[in-house]
């Protein structure tokens, strides 16, 4: 009896835990997702219906807006690919995404496991109002631009398989081997989200000489007659090969019971319209048009789907036949006129902008209308502007407005700042020049976010204890602090007496290398034995900025080959005693025969120091706040690549050797030397009756330096002051402007 006993314990044991296992891989099945079913069983919950969206609930198909926001693969210290985000932390960002009002998140490619077990069970928490999800289809971008030639039969397979991945994966039916330097997620999907999932979007922003060397080579290609998805007449090659790989995401996915809206991606570069005032030809070289394919047989739809952003390309600002149309505040708007005639383009289809935004930086790469840049603005002036651009979506008629981006990305490079830092240590420092990585809502600062608030209170700082007395006997200065962490050095200094910008000016000359200015205007009669490769000085509003001496002046040495006007020879000598404004590229001079006509080098200077305060927690806060005196207290945040630092993390320098090829040479410092003096009334103080104290030994400042760190970042994950703006606009969106009977 006994032993048949434990037979029958051991054989409920083994149910217990197969029932188990098998409740907990079918349990997202489990749910009731709310779908329509075909007759063939295939299950339907969003499907396309004239130039709307529409979602099954409550018995019956009802408009839907997609009030989305897109989701990076990685936080600060990581590169995509790399096992970063933990499920509980994506549970956490859902929580907020849907609480700041959005329905939708998307991702560009396969996101590591996690992403999908987290949606699931949280949708779990909330079957009432699940978060969808779209699903982006990384497409082979480096070899379709290498190759030219998108029907290459290796890159042809290789992004079928990429689909077909995607979709079992999405489906919880794969094991992907994980590629960390490619940027490519790996490991075991066992977790279903097909149920919550919204619609496909498939491929990448297309390169346009790409598409116009695959037209060329591939112009006898027949149209592409699919299961479920066809070419029309009038396509190209390259809309065919398109048509093919999007039925090729149907094909699979029907395989899994359900069907899903189809998109491929796109943008302005490569949208149907011309734009007869864009400069530069390759911006208007060719179209992919969204109409040359169309669905057949398939239930759930096809949409179009672009990014769009009001300051690329240059005809938002140069074409005059964009700016027909006026905004809310009477303004010609050539976002707004754009949005209106892309939606005209795509005659009984939903158009979706899956790609909106401004980054909030101090870092600028291209300059738009209305004061639309990219980059340049502070978390309140980001929101004002992604606020703006979602009202217009909404207004104009589209079925979607997908903002870019949810969380900031540290790893992310820009034009105009990736040949001043090194590729394989961005993931590890902030560079608030790099305007691409701080399109989030949800900030990622570094680490002493919340230690230091610049202020003009010196309590923080007493709190401190990784901060460094510097023995640096000054005029006007009773003491000197200072500290670092992965976005800025900060100094904190008591003066002998309270500070009034009007009359005088605060002055930190920094030195980091051998070589510099050892004299000039700004020194005020002073002669050092090191020079200073950058100054820092501080005054009222409107003249408190960082410069840069001439002959170590990175924005001029890499560009004046390339536009920008005749460098004097007088500053490219040592020592020239001359110190220029601390300036970024916007745009590359453009001449015929690569533009249509004429334009002259752009630039702005980024060197500008804001007075304000860094604490989000009072109503006058300014994320881009620099400095702060109150009284006898000064507080000063010095971005590292204002300074020169290429990798802080590593002590890394660009040092004065010429670029060679648009590349320049890094090199290892101890760290950095600061000789600070108050100017008053146009005179150093301490120096009216002291002819010595003009001679001034840098060498002998002491040297304030700090540890590198490896792979190991601290930073502070808050939203910023636009997560809130956004949160209250989004509310008020409650489906689309219009609807079809």
Same mark, same amino acid.
């Given at each position: ?22 409740? /907990? ?29 529409? %979602? ?7 408009? &839907? ?69 779209? !699903? ?11 190759g030219q030639d998108a029907f290459d039969p290796k890159i042809k397979e290789k992004f079928e398989q990429e689909i077909k991945d995607a979709v079992a994966a999405v489906y919880g039916k794969t094991t992907l081997t994980p590629e960390p330097h490619s940027g490519k997620a790996g490991g075991a999907y066992k977790y279903n989200a097909g149920p919550y999932l919204m619609g496909?979007?498939?491929?990448? %922003? ?95 739809g096809y949409f179009a789907s672009y990014h769009v952003y009001p300051y690329y390309p240059d005809f938002f600002a140069f074409d005059k036949s964009f700016q027909e149309m006026t905004n809310s505040k009477g303004e010609p708007d050539s976002y707004y006129t754009y949005l209106n005639k892309l939606k005209a383009a795509h005659s009984n289809m939903p158009v979706m902008v ?6 909030? @930086?101090?870092?600028?790469?291209? $300059? ?23 009202? !217009? ?13 949810? !969380? ?15 590729? +394989?240590?961005?993931?590890?420092? &902030?560079?608030? $020049? ?50 670092? +962490?992965?976005? &800025? ?6 003066? @002998? ?7 005088? @000016?605060?002055?930190?000359?920094? +030195? ?82 690569? @533009? ?35 009284? !006898? ?77 490896? +792979?190991?970042?601290? &930073?502070? %994950? ?5 997560? /809130? ?17």
């Open positions: 009896m006994g032993k048949w006993l434990k037979l029958l314990v051991r054989l409920g044991l083994v149910l217990v835990i197969v029932a188990g296992a098998f409740y /907990y891989w079918l349990r997202p099945l489990l749910v009731r997702i709310e779908s329509t079913t075909l007759a063939d069983g295939i299950h339907v919950k969003f499907k396309t219906q004239g130039m709307n969206v529409e %979602e099954y609930t409550n018995d019956a198909w009802q408009p &839907y807006f997609a009030k989305g926001i897109n989701m990076g693969a990685t936080i600060p210290g990581h590169y995509p690919g790399e096992l970063a985000i933990s499920e509980d932390e994506y549970e956490r960002w859902f929580g907020m995404i849907q609480d700041m009002g959005a329905n939708v998140i998307r991702v560009y490619t396969i996101m590591m496991p996690e992403f999908y077990e987290a949606l699931s069970k949280y949708n779990m928490k909330h079957q009432k109002d699940p978060l969808f999800f779209l !699903q982006g289809v990384w497409s082979p971008e480096e070899q379709l631009i290498e496909w979007i498939v491929g990448t %922003e297309w390169d346009p000489k790409m598409v116009k060397g695959t037209n060329e080579l591939h112009a006898d290609t027949p149209d592409y007659a699919g299961k479920y998805f066809s070419s029309t007449p009038g396509a190209n090659a390259f809309e065919k090969w398109l048509a093919l790989m999007v039925d090729t995401a149907a094909q699979t996915e029907i395989q899994y019971g359900w069907q899903h809206p189809m998109a491929f991606a796109n943008w302005v570069t490569t949208d149907p319209i011309a734009h007869p005032g864009e400069p530069l030809v390759e911006e208007d070289m060719v179209s992919v048009d969204p109409t040359h394919i169309e669905a057949v047989n398939w239930e759930a899956t790609e909106y935004g401004v980054p909030a @930086s101090l870092g600028v790469a291209h $300059l738009g209308t209305l004061g639309r840049n990219q980059g340049g603005h502070s978390e309140k002036g980001q929101g004002e502007i992604d606020v703006e651009l979602l009202g !217009q979506i909404h207004d104009s008629g589209y079925a979607g407005a997908i903002l870019f981006t949810w !969380q900031d990305e540290w790893f992310k490079k820009t034009w105009n700042t990736q040949r001043y830092d090194e590729a +394989d240590r961005r993931a590890y420092w &902030y560079n608030t $020049l790099t305007n691409e990585s701080f399109f989030g809502v949800l900030g990622m600062f570094p680490g002493k976010d919340e230690a230091i608030h610049i202020d003009g209170d010196a309590a923080d700082w007493d709190k401190l204890k990784d901060k460094t007395k510097l023995d640096i006997q000054a005029s006007g200065f009773e003491e000197i602090w200072a500290t670092h +962490d992965e976005g &800025y050095l900060y100094l904190e200094a008591k003066l @002998s007496e309270p500070f009034d910008p009007s009359t005088e @000016s605060i002055n930190f000359g920094v +030195d980091t290398l051998p070589g510099g200015n050892r004299h000039g205007p700004e020194l005020h009669g002073m002669v050092l034995d090191e020079g200073l490769e950058t100054l820092i000085q501080l005054s009222d509003d409107t003249r408190s900025r960082m410069t840069i001496a001439s002959n170590y002046d990175i924005h001029a040495r890499l560009y004046e080959r390339a536009g920008l006007p005749a460098v004097d020879p007088k500053e490219k000598l040592d020592d020239s005693g001359i110190f220029k404004p601390w300036k970024l590229a916007v745009n590359y001079l453009l001449e015929y025969p690569d @533009s249509r006509v004429n334009h002259p080098f752009g630039d702005v200077e980024v060197g500008i120091l804001e007075r304000g305060y860094s604490d989000p927690a009072r109503p006058d806060y300014n994320s881009k706040t620099m400095w702060q005196v109150q009284g !006898q207290v000064l507080e000063i945040r010095i971005p590292w690549m204002l300074l020169g630092f290429s990798d802080p993390s590593s002590l890394s320098v660009i040092n004065y050797t010429q670029p060679n090829k648009n590349k320049f040479e890094m090199t290892h410092v101890k760290g950095v030397r600061l000789v600070p003096w108050i100017v008053k009334q146009n005179q150093i103080v301490g120096q009216e009756n002291s002819a010595t104290a003009k001679q001034v030994a840098v060498s002998a400042m002491p040297l304030y330096t700090w540890q590198g760190w490896e +792979d190991k970042v601290n &930073y502070v %994950e808050r939203p910023k002051q636009s997560y /809130y703006m956004l949160k209250e606009a989004l509310h008020k969106i409650n489906g689309p402007i219009t609807t079809n009977d």
